[in-house]
């Protein structure tokens, strides 16, 4: 299976998946922290992945998306944004509509 | 270092007619661009188009950019608000 394959299983096998730079109790970079409050603040149940744990993936997902930061929301298997569209999504209330939707 | 200078005119080399304010400290910027070429994308396609302007100095050159874009409709109803 090719990292490209891999990344369409990830985020088609999880409702609601962020790609971050270390883990949702240890953010490594400020951006990555702050989707991971958003999504808590929506109360969110999500997978992560952290992609400083896997080159490869930390690139292929940026290819995956044609985006070229990390974090990246996925949810229902569709590409959200980063984490500037996460917030102003929150502040509109459309990321908690999304998020309730996946979760129905 | 990149200043906000940099960011600017890269910007606006690859989004003619955009307006673009940055403000940074040479590691994290902030950026707000209007363009016309917004106009029917969604925040996504607009955030990627800024990105494909920036192109391989995402990959190098800037660390930490974050930005909010508007269509100049958008930004007229901002500036009512």
Redesign the interface.
Known sequence: MTIQDQIKQTVEQNDVVLFMKGTPDFPQC??SGRAVQVLKACGAHFASVDVLADPQIREGVKQYS????VPQLYIGGE???????MM??YQNGELQKKLGEAAA | MVTSEDIKTWIEVGLPGAQVEIDGDGHHFNAVIVSADFSGKNRVQQHQLVYQALGDKMKAEIHALSMRTFTPEEWAAQQRA
């Open positions: 400020g951006f044609n985006w070229p930061t590409f959200v944004g980063g984490s500037d569209i102003e999504l």
